[in-house]
Each structure stands twice: as structure tokens, then as C-alpha cells.
């Protein structure tokens, strides 16, 4: 079954400048920089496990982290975007 695309963020701390720039070649072929250390994307679970995987192969997990967040905004009102960016209009269709 299908799943749609859902609001994804990725957030990473990498200790190394290689790795990082490893890290971010992956995320930019799977998503958009929203900050220097924040991507986002619309994903469906399909994608999101391509990425994960594609990410693990370059991380030291002793030392880096990254985190993938599913968001699912359960009321218009609850949505929010300040400055640059995404805008708040762009997250409509999670709703539906």
C-alpha cells in the first residue's frame, strides 16, 4: 500500500568536516536546506528508509547524530513559520 508523502525534517550534528560534507550531498540529493544544519522534504516511507539508510553509511555513530522528524500538523492553526523558509501555506496538503 501507498503511503503519501509526508512534511519530513532532518536535523544533523556531524564532528567532522568530511563527513558533514558527506552527510549534506546526501541529504541535498533527498531534500532542501532550511538552515545549515536543517533539510526538509515531503517523503514517503519508502524515501525516508532510502535515506536513512544512505545517511548511516556515512555517519560515525559514536560521534554524529541525525535525527528524522515526520511531521503530521493535526490542525491549520497549529502550523507555524517564521522568516525565511517553507511558508505555513506550503504544509495545506498534510492535512488533507
Do not use: K
Not at 56 to 77: C, K, N
Request: proline content about 4%; some cysteine; glycine content about 2%.
Amino acid at each position: 500500500m501507498d503511503h503519501p508523502p509526508e512534511f519530513t525534517v532532518i536535523c544533523f550534528d556531524i564532528a567532522n568536516d568530511r563527513r558533514r560534507r558527506q552527510v549534506v550531498r546526501v541529504l541535498q540529493s533527498f531534500a532542501e536546506r532550511a538552515q545549515e544544519s536543517v533539510f526538509e522534504a515531503w517523503l514517503d516511507a519508502a524515501q525516508r528508509r532510502r535515506l536513512q539508510a544512505a545517511l548511516s553509511r556515512q555517519l560515525q555513530h559514536s560521534e554524529d547524530r541525525v535525527a528524522i522528524y515526520v511531521l503530521s500538523p493535526s490542525d491549520w492553526a497549529d502550523i507555524v513559520s517564521l522568516g525565511r523558509g517553507l511558508p505555513a501555506e506550503d504544509f495545506h496538503h498534510a492535512l488533507l
